[in-house]
C-alpha cells in the first residue's frame, strides 16, 4: 500500500508549552509573525457546577469555582465541552486537498511517495490563492521570500532519518507521526486502538490526515476551503500546460515574471 | 584521564535515536538566516551537519540536548532523546537556545559606565582594561571595609560554583543566590519536618495535590512531564490555585482557594486523615514523632472551619483527605519549589509535608523520595585565605528565626547594605541574575546600588542589573562555553551527570566567569586558588565515576543506578527526634510555633483593593528569557489578569491601559479580563517594564513585578514573600 504520512494528535496530552511551535519556527525558518503549527485552546465554561447540584456548599460561602469531568460524557463520545484544552495543529497533508485545486502553477502538490502535500518553491507565483483554500490556515505568504510557505512534516529531516521538529521535541508527545497505512505504525496503531476524529469543515471535507484522540471534544474552526472560481477553472486549464513548461524551462522567466508583478504590488499597497 | 568529551556524535548513531521515520524525496532547504551576524554565505552543497552534545541552559533542569551545527553555525537544538530527567524533550525556551546565542542584543565587550548610573552612557573597554579596574575597585573596597564589604550575587548557572569559591578565597562571607526569592521555605519546612528536602515522585503516584504550583506551566523536569504521563495512567490531579493556570486547567479539580490559605486546608486534610484514622498505626508509631501532640492541635481544625477560612467546601475538604488516604502511600501534597509567598510560607509548607508525613509517602513509588547518590565528588581545592580583620557574621545574620548560612536572604542583605549596618558593604558582584526584576521593591534594589561604590555585572545580555552596574562583562551562552559536570536529582527517572563543552566557539569579546574569575585571582595574588583548568575540575569532580567519560562522550549523559526507593530503610531521620517530625523539638525551644498554627492573614484584601499573585509561564525563565526574540512572540508583553466582575466596577474593559499601584510602586499594563482568576485576586507574568534600553524586544512593554510587589519576608527563613502585596488597579486617565 501507498505511503501516507499522518499525524495522530492526543490533545488531553497538550500542556500548551509551545515547544513545537518554537521547534518548528527554527527548524523551518518561520519568518516572526508567522507560524507552520499551531496550539489553539478551547475556553473553559465556568460555573457553579457542584455547587449547583449541592446547595450546601453554597451555604458554606464559597466562591464561583469549577470542577471538571474527568470522566468525559461516554454519550456522545466527546470530551466534556466545559472543560479547556489544547489543541495542535498543522497542515493536515489533506488526502483531498483543496490547496493543490486552487494552485494555479502546480507548485502546491501531492507528494506520490508519502502523501504529503508539498509546496515545489520554484513553480510558486506566490499568488496566495491556495490562502484561503486551506480550511486550516496551514499557508502564509512569506514575506521575504515572496512565496507560500506551510508544514512539510519536516522533509529535510525526514531525509536524514529524523522526525519532524514538532513531534521529537513534544514534552509529554501529544503529536505522533508515521505512515497511517502502515498497520505497525505508531499512527497506525493508535488509531485502531483509540476513538479518533478529523476535524473538517462541514462543507468542505478535505480529508485530513490528521487525527484527533477523542480525548477531548475537537474544536469546530475549521473554515469553509474557498477557492475562486476562475481561478480553479483556469488552474484545470493552465496545470497540464505548466508542467509542459517545466521540460522547456522556460518556466523561470515565468516566475520571475509572476513574482515582480507580486513585490510590486505589495509595494504599492505600501 | 582527561574529561574533555568530544561531544560530536556520527551521523549514524544520531538517526539511530531520533527514530526511523519514512525518507521522503525533498527540495533543496535553504541556508541558515542569522539577523545577527554578518553570515551571508550560500551552504556549500552535500556538507553533513554535525551534531554535539550539550545541556539546555535556558533555566535550571539542564535538559540534555542535541546541537545542529552546520557551516560552524548552531541551526537547531533538539532533545537528547536518551536524556531521561527530561523524558527526551526540550521545551519553548529550550528550542529557543539558537536565538540565545544569536541574539544582537547580546553583550559584545566590557563596558564602563560613563554617565548616571541607568543613564545608558557606556565605554568600550579592552579585557586588560576591564580586569585591572575590577581588580583595583575589588581590592580597595576590602582593605577600606574588610573583604565582607563586597557582596557576592551568582545565578544559578553551572559556573556559578566559582563564583562562590572566588567569593571564599577573596574573603567575603556575603554571598546571596536566587534560592532567598524562591524555594527556601520549602526547604527549611521539609528538612525541619524529614531531615531532608525531597524529590517527588510524581510518575508512580496516585493521587497529587497542588498548591502553589503551576507544574504544567513552570516546567521541572521530570516532574511537568510525568504528571502527564501519571495522570494517564489515572494518578488524580488536585490544584489549590486563585488562578485558573493550565495546570488547573489540565487537572480533575480545581480549587480556587483564597491566597494564602493553604495552611488552614492542610490542617484540615490532616484533621480528617487523623480523626477518621486514616493513616497506618504501625508506620505512624515506627516513624512519626509528636502524632499525640498533632492530634489533639488538630482538633479545632475541621473542614468546616477550614471551609470559612480557604473558600473551599467542607464536604470536599473531607472527600478530598478521604481520596489522597486511600491512594496513600502513591499519593502526595506536592512539596512545590517556589515558595516565596507568604510571611509564614514555611510554615503552610509544614502543615503540608505534615500531611504527607500521615500518608507515610516517604521513600516510597508514588511519594517523596530522598536525594539518591550521583557520585560527583567535590574537587579538592586549596584551603581559602583567613582574613583576621572581617567580621564575624554575614550581613544579614540574625535576621530571620532560621536562615540558611549558605544561602542568606536577599531582602535582609539589602536593607543592611542600606543601613550600612552591621557593617558598609560597598562592592557588588552578580553574575546572570536579575535582581532589578525578580526581587520585591525594586526602588530598595535601587537605594542599596546607590550606596555601592563598585557594581560589576557578568551576564550575556544588558539586563536590568546590567543596566545598573558600573563595569558590565559579556558572558558567552551555553552554548559556547566548557563547564564542569553537575549532578543531576531526577526523582524515580535517573540520577545522572551532564556537562558542556562548546558547541560552538564563544561569539564577540564573550568570556565565561570562569575565565573572568581566574583573571582576577590573577590580578589579586590569589591564582593559587585558581590554577586548575576546566579539564582538571571536571576530572576531580568525575573521579569516583570511571565509565562516566564514556557515558557522556556516547550519549551525553551518565546515569547512576543508585537506589531508588527505600533509603531510608534501617536508617534514621535526620531530624532532632530521628524520626519524622510533626511536632519539632527544636522550634519550641526557639520559641516559635512546633506545628502550624492557623493564624489570620497579614492583611486582608479591603473591597476596592487586590492581592497581586506573581508565577510563572512556559515561556519565560523568571525574568530572564523575555528578550529573546523566540519567546518574546509568544507573549510579547505582560498584562493584568483580573476578573471581569471587579473590572467592570471599574470600568475596565479588555485591553484597557490600567495603572496598579501597592506602597512599593507602580507600573502600567493592558488589563486582561480573565474568569479563570479570584475576583479578590490580580495577576502578572514577571520580567516586563524593564529598566534597560538594551533589551529591545522588551523595552517599554508592559508592567515591572519588582516594581509593584513590597518586599515581606517569611518570618523563619528569610525568603521573600511575593504574595503578600495589596494593590490598587485603575483605568488609566480614571482618577
Known amino acids: 500500500m501507498k505511503t501516507q504520512l499522518a499525524m495522530v494528535i492526543d490533545s488531553s496530552s497538550c500542556i500548551d508549552c509551545k515547544a513545537c511551535m518554537v521547534s518548528c519556527k527554527v527548524e523551518n525558518k518561520v519568518p516572526g509573525g508567522y507560524w507552520r503549527n499551531w496550539v489553539k485552546q478551547r475556553e473553559p465554561r465556568f460555573g457553579k457546577i457542584p455547587g449547583a447540584k449541592d446547595p450546601a456548599a453554597q451555604a458554606e460561602g464559597c466562591r464561583t469555582w469549577i470542577i471538571q469531568a474527568p470522566d468525559f460524557d461516554k454519550v456522545k463520545g466527546y470530551g466534556d465541552p466545559g472543560s479547556m484544552h489544547f489543541q495542535p495543529g498543522g497542515c493536515m497533508h489533506c488526502a483531498n486537498p483543496a490547496c493543490v485545486q486552487a494552485c494555479p502553477t502546480g507548485a502546491t502538490y501531492k507528494d506520490e511517495k508519502d502523501g504529503t502535500v508539498r509546496l515545489n518553491d520554484k513553480l510558486c507565483i506566490g499568488c496566495g490563492c491556495c490562502i484561503p483554500a486551506c480550511p486550516y490556515g496551514a499557508r502564509y505568504r512569506h514575506p521575504e521570500k515572496k512565496i507560500v510557505d506551510k508544514c512539510d512534516f519536516c522533509a529535510k529531516r525526514r531525509e536524514r532519518g529524523e522526525l519532524p521538529a514538532c513531534v521529537i521535541t513534544c514534552p509529554t508527545k501529544a503529536r505522533t507521526f508515521g505512515n497511517i497505512n502502515d498497520p505497525e505504525s505508531d499512527v497506525a496503531r493508535l488509531v485502531k486502538e483509540n476513538k479518533t476524529v478529523r476535524v473538517v469543515n462541514e462543507e468542505t471535507d478535505t480529508e485530513p490526515n490528521m487525527y484527533y484522540v477523542l480525548t477531548t471534544a475537537p474544536m469546530n474552526w475549521p473554515r469553509k476551503a474557498e477557492s475562486p472560481t476562475p481561478i480553479r477553472w483556469w488552474a484545470s486549464l493552465a496545470k497540464p500546460l505548466v508542467w509542459a513548461v517545466v521540460g522547456l524551462n522556460a518556466l523561470g522567466v515565468l516566475v520571475m515574471f509572476g513574482k515582480q508583478l507580486i513585490i510590486k504590488d505589495e509595494e504599492t499597497e505600501k | ?735
Open chain 2, 1 to 735: 584521564m582527561a574529561t574533555k568529551t568530544d561531544t560530536s556524535i556520527s551521523r549514524r548513531s544520531f538517526l539511530k535515536w531520533s527514530g526511523a521515520a519514512t525518507a521522503a524525496a525533498v527540495a533543496g532547504g535553504q541556508a541558515p538566516v542569522l539577523h545577527s551576524l554578518a553570515y551571508t554565505g550560500e551552504k556549500s552543497a552535500g556538507s553533513e551537519p554535525e551534531y554535539h552534545f550539550s545541556a539546555c541552559g535556558m533555566c535550571l533542569n539542564k535538559c540534555g540536548l542535541v546541537a545542529r551545527v552546520e557551516n560552524g553555525i548552531v541551526t537547531k537544538l533538539d532533545p537528547n532523546p536518551k536524556f531521561l530527567k527530561s523524558r527526551g524533550m526540550l521545551c519553548a525556551r529550550g528550542n529557543a537556545g539558537t536565538s540565545q546565542l544569536y541574539d544582537p542584543d547580546r553583550l559584545k565587550y566590557p563596558l564602563l559606565r560613563k554617565g548616571e548610573r541607568g543613564e545608558g552612557r557606556w565605554q568600550r573597554l579592552s579585557w586588560d582594561q576591564a580586569l585591572d579596574l575590577a581588580a583595583e575597585k575589588l581590592t580597595k573596597i576590602g582593605e577600606e571595609y574588610t573583604r565582607c564589604g563586597v557582596l557576592f550575587t551568582p545565578g544559578s548557572d553551572m559556573q556559578s560554583q566559582f563564583v562562590h569559591w572566588f567569593a571564599e578565597v577573596f574573603g567575603s562571607y556575603n554571598v546571596t543566590t536566587h534560592e532567598s526569592n524562591c524555594l527556601l521555605s520549602r526547604n527549611r519546612a521539609y528538612l525541619d519536618t524529614f531531615g531532608e528536602v525531597p524529590f517527588a515522585d510524581v510518575l508512580h503516584s496516585k493521587y497529587i495535590i497542588m498548591a502553589g504550583a503551576n507544574r504544567f506551566e513552570s516546567i521541572i523536569t521530570p516532574d511537568s512531564i510525568d504528571l502527564m504521563t501519571a495522570m494517564k495512567k489515572g494518578c488524580k490531579l488536585v490544584v489549590l490555585d486563585p488562578r485558573f493556570t493550565k495546570t488547573a486547567a489540565l487537572a480533575h479539580e480545581w480549587f480556587p482557594i483564597r491566597p494564602g490559605t493553604d495552611m488552614s486546608f492542610f490542617l484540615a486534610i490532616t484533621h480528617v486523615i487523623i480523626h477518621e484514622k486514616l493513616y497506618d498505626e504501625k508506620y505512624a508509631q515506627e516513624k512519626l514523632y509528636g502524632l499525640d501532640k498533632l492530634t489533639e492541635h488538630v482538633k479545632k481544625y475541621s473542614p468546616e472551619w477550614a471551609a470559612k477560612v480557604c473558600d473551599i467546601p467542607a464536604k470536599d475538604i473531607r472527600r478530598i483527605a478521604q481520596e489522597l488516604a486511600a491512594a496513600a502511600p502513591a499519593a502526595m501534597i506536592y512539596p512545590g519549589r517556589r515558595t516565596s509567598d507568604y510571611v509564614n510560607s514555611t510554615q503552610i509548607r509544614r502543615a503540608m509535608a505534615i500531611a504527607n508525613a500521615l500518608l507515610g509517602n516517604w521513600d516510597k513509588p508514588g511519594g517523596l523520595l530522598a536525594a539518591r547518590m550521583v557520585g560527583t565528588t567535590g574537587p579538592e581545592l586549596p584551603e581559602a585565605p583567613f582574613y583576621d580583620d572581617n567580621p564575624d557574621d554575614r550581613l544579614d545574620h540574625g535576621s530571620a528565626h532560621i536562615m540558611f548560612d549558605e544561602e542568606g536572604s536577599f531582602k535582609h542583605t539589602r536593607d543592611a547594605i542600606i543601613a550600612g549596618k552591621p557593617y558598609p558593604v560597598k562592592g557588588w558582584f552578580t553574575y546572570k541574575i536579575n535582581p532589578l526584576q525578580s526581587v520585591a521593591n525594586r526602588r530598595k534594589t535601587l537605594e542599596m546600588i546607590d550606596k555601592l561604590d563598585f557594581m560589576l555585572t557578568v551576564d550575556i545580555a544588558m539586563s536590568d542589573t546590567a543596566w545598573m552596574a558600573d563595569l558590565v562583562l559579556p558572558a558567552p551562552s551555553y552554548l559556547e562555553r566548557q563547564d564542569p559536570a553537575a549532578g543531576l536529582q531526577g526523582s524515580s527517572a535517573c540520577a545522572c551527570v551532564v556537562t558542556r563543552d562548546p558547541v560552538v566557539p564563544a561569539l564577540f569579546e564573550s568570556k565565561p566567569v570562569f575565565w573572568i574569575l581566574r583573571e582576577l585571582a590573577g590580578r589579586m595574588g590569589l591564582e593559587e586558588y585558581f590554577s586548575f583548568t576546566m579539564e582538571e575540575y571536571r576530572e576531580q569532580q568525575l573521579r569516583k565515576l570511571p565509565d562516566s567519560e564514556r557515558a557522556l562522550r556516547e550519549d551525553g549523559v551518565y546515569y547512576n543506578p543508585s537506589k531508588l526507593y527505600g533509603i531510608y530503610e534501617g536508617k534514621i531521620y535526620k531530624t532532632k527526634s530521628q524520626k519524622i517530625e510533626l511536632y519539632n523539638e527544636r522550634y519550641a525551644e526557639m520559641g516559635l510555633d512546633p506545628m502550624p498554627v492557623c493564624k489570620p492573614l497579614r492583611e486582608n484584601v479591603p473591597s476596592d483593593r487586590f492581592r497581586m499573585v506573581v508565577g510563572r509561564n512556559a515561556y519565560f525563565t523568571h525574568c530572564t528569557t523575555q528578550n529573546n526574540t523566540l519567546l518574546n512572540e509568544l507573549m510579547p508583553e505582560n498584562t493584568l489578569w483580573i476578573h471581569p466582575n471587579p473590572a467592570k466596577k471599574l470600568g475596565i474593559r479588555d485591553g484597557d491601559a490600567v495603572v496598579l499601584s501597592s506602597k512599593s510602586g507602580e507600573g502600567e499594563l493592558k488589563a486582561e479580563l480573565k474568569k479563570g482568576i479570584r475576583e479578590d485576586t490580580v495577576y502578572m507574568a514577571s520580567g516586563f517594564g524593564v529598566l534597560s534600553e538594551g533589551l529591545t524586544n522588551v523595552f517599554g512593554k508592559g508592567a515591572c513585578m519588582a516594581e509593584i510587589l513590597e518586599d515581606f519576608t517569611d518570618e523563619l527563613s528569610g525568603n521573600m514573600a511575593m504574595h503578600e502585596t495589596i494593590v490598587k488597579v485603575a483605568r488609566k486617565g480614571a482618577s
